[in-house]
């Protein structure tokens, strides 16, 4: 075989290649579309479309990518913001077992002190009790000790005044008896005892 070919032999092949022309004189219909005038501006329309198209899909990928990075961000704001928001609750909820905690102590604090306050109080009603009973005492005893008025001594149930002045006998009776007294004798100093 003859690997070098000629121009002619070229030419030849190339005719070959052509379509076949009809009887009629019509060409074939395999290649005959090539040679119509509509072709130009109907590859041209198809290019401008499919140009069109590309366009569009890049621009609807870059607004997907924009969109999926919006996406992301958002998903990141949330999930900060649910970390915070957990953070708060469980700061609440340390803060409400903290105030628990107070309350419990405040009311076992108020419990103590009420108990104490009790017992003062019947400490303090007790000594009252005690203060009225001396005060009773005393006032039985200040009758049962001091009937006597000012000036006068008590000794053994009776009172007696010590005149100052020198009367006689009689001026000395009237004296007693305007006291609502009774005269005394002292024979002794033991009546004195």
Request: charged share 25%.
């Amino acid at each position: 075989m003859n690997l070098e070919m000629t121009f002619d032999d070229l030419k030849s092949k190339t005719v070959k290649d052509q379509p076949e022309q009809k009887a009629n004189g019509e060409k074939a219909k395999g290649l005959q579309f090539l040679s119509s005038r509509w072709w130009c501006p109907v590859s041209v329309t198809l290019g401008i479309l499919c140009l069109g198209l590309l366009v569009t899909i890049i621009m609807l990928i870059m607004q997907l990518s924009q969109v999926s990075d919006d996406l992301q961000q958002q998903q990141a704001n949330l999930t900060q913001q649910e970390h915070i928001l957990e953070g708060q609750i469980l700061a609440r909820r340390q803060a409400e077992k903290s105030s628990q905690e107070s309350q419990r102590e405040l009311k076992d604090m108020i419990e103590t002190l009420a108990h104490k306050l009790d017992e003062k109080s019947k400490e303090l009603m007790e000594l009252r009790l005690q203060n009225l009973n001396l005060q009773e005492a005393l006032k039985k005893a200040a009758n049962f000790s001091g009937p006597c008025p000012q000036d006068w001594l008590w000794h053994e149930e009776n009172c007696y005044l010590f005149s100052s002045g020198s009367l006689n006998w009689e001026k000395s009776q009237e004296n007693c008896l305007s006291l609502d007294g009774q005269m005394l004798r002292i024979n002794s100093t033991d009546d004195l005892v």
